[in-house]
């Protein structure tokens, strides 16, 4: 299926058969950051009954474990941060968006590398497309599909590149880096900075962190699907999709 939008006295054209998913897998795997525990799928056991047609059971069942902020691909809302109770589903307002992806090469040593504004390589013309979400991938410094992340100082996104964003009107940042913040940075000053203005908590933006997309060959502006469950809580595995322009 083929989907017109206007935009900017243009007309994108996106094929829906052509997705490109860049949420991880909901897995067993050993992935993992910041000490949380792994994604962990088993079949459940009640009685004597275990959820598993190889187990001699009539149908398979299986109990999930997951650490949305620890092991995967998730979208948090300021929930995350706050004292009160927000919640993703009460976040969430819009699931398509165009959004702008940018490919960025990190520095040889990336322990602790605070990704820079000049890192962006965002033209002037990006900068007027007045789009609300930015994608940004970065070469693979790492597998980051079984990536063990703690203790490990991942990069993270400097307090210029976040204020930068909030200046353009960014509501939706996506990463595929496991945090904005510093790993071993206790306040996290990034999230504060993005989630709030004037102590006000902008309900409405969201972060995804851990997203992954392999193709290092595309950018620009695309589709955008967010893909996250109706939750009360303040991350969701997510798998979000983009679309480029045909
Ligand atoms: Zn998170």
Redo the contacts with the bound molecule.
């Keep these: 299926m083929k989907i017109s939008i206007p935009h900017n006295h243009n007309t994108l054209v996106f094929d829906t058969e052509q997705a490109i998913l860049m949420g991880l897998p909901v897995e067993n795997s050993n992935r993992e950051c910041f000490n949380l525990p792994p994604t962990h799928i088993s079949p459940v056991i009640v009685g004597r009954w275990t959820g598993s047609v190889a187990l001699g059971s009539n149908c398979n069942v299986d109990n999930l474990f997951i650490s949305?902020?620890?092991n995967g691909t998730?979208t948090?809302c300021c929930g995350?941060i706050s004292l009160q109770h927000h919640t993703l589903k009460d976040s969430m307002t819009q699931y398509m968006l165009l959004a702008y992806l940018v490919q960025i090469q990190l520095p040889e040593d990336t322990t602790n590398y605070a990704l820079k504004v000049s890192d962006l390589n965002w033209t002037d013309d990006a900068l007027k497309l007045n789009i609300s979400a930015i994608i940004i991938s970065t070469n693979d410094y790492v597998d980051k599909r079984n990536a063990q992340y703690s203790n490990t100082q991942p990069p993270y996104l400097s307090l210029e590149l976040i204020e930068f964003l909030n200046s353009k009107g960014i509501k939706h940042l996506l990463l595929d880096l496991?945090?904005i913040d510093a790993e071993n940075d206790q306040e996290m000053i990034g999230?504060h900075t993005f989630f709030k203005e004037n102590d006000n908590w902008l309900t409405e933006k969201t972060?995804t962190?851990?997203n992954y997309i392999a193709d290092k060959n595309i950018s620009g502006l695309c589709l955008l699907q967010m893909q996250v469950l109706n939750i009360d809580s303040d991350?969701s595995p997510s798998n979000p999709i983009i679309y480029l322009p045909i």
Excluded: F
Aim: hydrophobic share 25%; glycine share 8%.
């Design positions: 949305p902020h620890g998730h948090e995350h496991p945090s999230h972060i962190e851990m991350a």
